[in-house]
């Protein structure tokens, strides 16, 4: 019985390609040559009279950021996780320029579609939406006379993405974790909750772990790892890799592939549900109310048939980021609003129990950084064929900090031998 916590696992970095941001290259954009500009006809006063074009544009892939220099525009134009330098030209009533890639430059154009700014590059289109800053009155940017022309529907994606959050780590005087209540957890499938810990955050946040083994024949030995979330590619989070080796840094980070550690919600797994109940649970000083619900199943397990019993312990109160933990035949998402999980299964030669509950809410310090967590403790017992495995959990959860989990600590316990296994965030924060 193992409670899978880690983001990455040591020995799983392999390289991947990355493809280029709007396919292959189409040779050195040709650029184009600023009419110089004409005092009768170019608007003096730069107070009254805004270029329609400066600015910055966001839509579900693109960031473009536009800046007006001379008698054309400079900017860049940011896609996940990566930075493009641009410059163009006004052309009638679009934009033609280019942005630099490596050692290429590609070439795009841009127009105003009604109040939406519709981005064109290689073979592919983008449409995006001027940024309007907080308690600004949003612009009319369409430089045309006519209407705006309504904005055509886009289909709902499949995997959900919230907006992100601020992530640069709070100052040293702030200790509450902020909660996630606004969002709707149910409207996330299971992959895009697993993942809502990283993609909460924008593309270039990570956080460092350090990893401490400890066994009968070795103590602390210990290794470090940082996992930076890079955006989406292909419509999947996507992480680099870095590893701690000879007193330094990789130069560069393994991108890694995609994530395995997939869990389901219980009423995903084929569990039968059953009856539900109210009950209460401590956590410190506070009393949760919980709604308890029985769910069962048929499995076979070490090639016997085996009936496993859960119950799922739901509260109002819990809101701690989403976890993924191992049950005797599958992997179960241990949801935002779970506040415990008790599982177990019995049959002629195996036993099997478990219990995962939050424990406490506890403060935890990270560098200069306070940051508030909620604690699961969790016990579970395996008996088969006469041998004894026990296995105590500790996971430190925190929406604070990029990837959920602050702690986990894992003592196994097989006969007399024993083992631990403890991960803590060292440092976190935006890579420059």
């Not at 001379?70 to 033609?96: H, L, N, T």
């Not at 509950?357 to 403060?363: F, G, I, M, S, V």
């Amino acid at each position: 019985m193992r409670m899978e916590t880690r983001p990455l696992l040591f020995g799983m970095v392999l390289p991947m390609v990355f493809a280029a941001f709007v396919g292959a290259a189409e040779g050195p954009a040709k650029e184009a040559e600023a009419e110089a500009a004409n005092p009768l006809t170019t608007p003096a006063n730069p107070l009254t009279d805004v270029d329609p074009f400066a600015g910055e544009f966001e839509g579900d892939e693109l960031i473009v950021v536009v800046k007006v220099s001379g008698d054309g525009y400079v900017g860049e134009i940011r896609r996940a996780g990566r930075s493009f330098p641009m410059k163009a030209v006004r052309e009638g009533k679009q934009m033609v320029g280019s942005f630099s890639f490596e050692k290429s430059s590609f070439r795009f154009t841009a127009r105003f579609d009604g109040q939406s700014l519709s981005l064109h590059s290689g073979d592919k289109d983008f449409t995006l939406k001027r940024r309007v800053p907080d308690g600004a009155a949003p612009a009319t940017p369409d430089p045309t006379p006519t209407p705006p022309e309504p904005a055509l529907p886009h289909p709902a994606p499949t995997v959900p993405r919230p907006d992100p959050a601020p992530v640069r780590p709070a100052p040293a005087t702030e200790t509450p974790a902020e909660r996630l209540s606004a969002i709707d957890y149910s409207k996330l499938n299971s992959e895009a909750l697993r993942d809502l810990a990283w993609t909460r955050f924008p593309a270039g946040t990570y956080a460092v772990f350090e990893e401490v083994f400890s066994t009968p024949n070795t103590i602390g030995v210990s290794a470090r790892q940082k996992l930076v979330y890079s955006g989406f590619i292909d419509d999947k989070p996507a992480f680099r890799g870095h590893l701690f080796e000879n007193g330094l840094w990789q130069a560069e980070g393994q991108l890694l592939p995609p994530r395995t550690d997939k869990g389901y919600r219980i009423q995903e797994m084929g569990y039968t549900p059953g009856d539900t109940r109210s009950e209460s649970l401590t956590v410190g000083e506070k009393t949760l109310q919980c709604d308890c619900t029985r769910y069962s199943t048929e499995a076979n397990i070490f090639g016997e048939p085996m009936t496993i019993q859960i119950e799922v312990w739901r509260s109002r109160e819990s809101d701690h980021p989403a976890m993924v933990m191992d049950l005797p035949d599958k992997r179960l998402l241990v949801e935002p609003n779970v506040a415990r999980v008790i599982a177990s299964g019995e049959h002629k030669t195996a036993k099997v129990v478990l219990d995962l509950k939050l424990d406490a809410r506890k403060e935890m310090k990270i560098g200069r950084i306070t940051v508030m967590c909620d604690v699961l403790k969790g016990t579970s017992t395996l008996e088969r064929l006469g041998e004894k495995t026990d296995l105590y959990t500790e996971h430190w959860l925190s929406h604070q900090i990029p990837g959920g989990i602050a702690k986990t600590i894992e003592d196994q316990v097989v006969g007399k031998r024993a083992k631990r296994r403890s991960s803590s965030v060292v440092e976190f924060g935006v890579s420059k």
